[in-house]
């Protein structure tokens, strides 16, 4: 059983910065990686994730702007999100699943096993 834990949201104006953290209760080295958002009367998205290996993906609406990271020494995931826009408004939620249950690269569709509760991003324009 793996135990996500999410922090460091917040509000911040438009063009702003912010750096979201996941701490895993257990190591997370075989595993996929990824931040979802989901705003209110939306889907949830993927954000970004990181394979095993290292090898990250993003959705087009943040390449650029946001870098997914993990620290396997310290079982966290990280986000840092750049040049904030009102849109990026969601609650942020970290994910993760063994990578060979995927049996190949690590999806952005919301389908993985384990969930944090969630940290809210709040930008205003």
Not at 29 to 37: A, P, S, T
């Amino acid at each position: 059983q793996v135990q996500l834990m999410e922090s460091g949201g917040g509000s911040v104006q438009a063009g702003g910065s912010l750096t979201l953290s996941c701490r895993s209760s257990t190591h997370t080295w075989y595993y996929c990686m990824g931040w979802f958002r989901q705003a209110p009367g939306k889907e949830r998205e993927g954000v970004a994730v990181i394979d095993s290996d290292g090898s990250t993906t993003y959705a087009d609406s943040v390449k650029a702007r946001f870098t997914i990271s993990k620290d396997n020494a310290k079982n966290t995931l990280y986000l840092q999100m750049n040049s904030l826009k009102p849109d990026d408004t969601a609650m942020y939620y970290c994910a993760a699943e063994l990578q060979r249950v995927y049996g190949g690269s690590c999806p952005r569709a919301p389908i993985y096993k384990y969930w944090g509760q969630g940290t809210q991003v709040t930008v205003s324009s």
